[in-house]
């Protein structure tokens, strides 16, 4: 069954970096999300993006992160200078075309660490 | 506002027992769908049950039901005969507004820690 890959599965940075994490979405799926989940929390929306644009940004999202496509397979969610609450899991997610009932599928998600 | 309460922080129960998880949702929308996943220890999030508003037909997959109220403004999940396997957190899902170029973004409850205890 296709799912959705994410790398690296633990990320550990010193605080002020800058990271990037990936993201392969299911091939055939077109509305591609990161959110991300503080250890022991729920899990939070960041961003949505379809059609080579931001659809929906949280409050969370804010100019420290960006996102691209950058050659139509890989999603790319980059932080521009890590802080220490940015340490959580973040999860890409990925959903065909059609309908809102269509179920958003995760990846693994990657652990940053910031230090 | 979009909500999801999942009310139970964590439920212990032994293998075999019967056990449901609570969700309570809040919209505006007349159309909306809503969604459970579960995050077994290892972390992933794996999608269980899709419902629409307008379907207010109950669900069994296996041990697996769903019971959905629109009047309650609830979506139960219960597990029967659970099994230690099943020990995770399960999470409720809103599938948020609709905007223009998007499907919307899911509004998590925080979830349900389910322990089943051989």
């Known amino acids: 069954e296709p799912e959705v890959t994410q790398t690296p599965s633990h990320q550990v940075t010193q605080m002020g970096q800058e990271v990037i994490l990936r993201c392969v979405p299911i091939?055939?799926?077109?509305?591609f999300y990161w959110y991300r989940q503080i250890l022991g929390q729920k899990v939070e929306f960041l961003v949505s993006?379809?059609?080579?644009?931001?659809?929906?940004k949280s409050e969370i999202f804010d100019d420290q992160f960006s996102v691209e496509r950058p050659d139509g397979s890989n999603f790319t969610l980059k932080i521009r200078s890590t802080k220490l609450e940015d340490s959580a899991m973040y999860f890409c997610?990925?959903?065909?075309?059609?309908?809102?009932?269509?179920?958003?599928?995760f990846g693994d998600g990657t652990r940053l660490s910031i230090l | 506002a979009q909500k999801v309460t999942q009310a139970q922080t964590e439920i212990s129960v032994v293998e075999k027992e019967d056990v449901t998880l609570d969700c309570v949702y809040e919209?505006?929308?007349?159309?909306?769908?809503l969604f459970w996943y579960k995050q077994p220890p290892s972390g992933e999030l794996v999608f269980l049950i899709r419902?629409?508003?307008?379907?207010?037909q109950n669900e069994i997959s296996g041990r697996y039901s769903w019971n959905f109220q629109k009047s309650t403004s609830s979506f139960n999940f219960t597990i029967t005969a659970s099994q230690v396997v099943d020990s995770a957190v399960y999470f409720c899902?809103?599938?948020?507004?609709?905007?223009?170029?998007?499907?919307?973004?899911?509004?998590f409850g925080k979830g349900t820690k389910l322990s089943v205890k051989p």
């Open positions: 919209t505006r929308d007349t159309t909306y769908y």
């Open positions: 997610a990925s959903s065909a075309p059609g309908q809102r009932n269509q179920p958003q599928h």
């Open positions: 091939s055939n799926h077109l509305y």
């Open positions: 419902r629409n508003s307008f379907d207010e």
């Open positions: 899902a809103l599938r948020d507004v609709f905007y223009g170029g998007s499907q919307g973004n899911l509004i």
């Open positions: 993006f379809y059609n080579n644009e931001i659809s929906e």
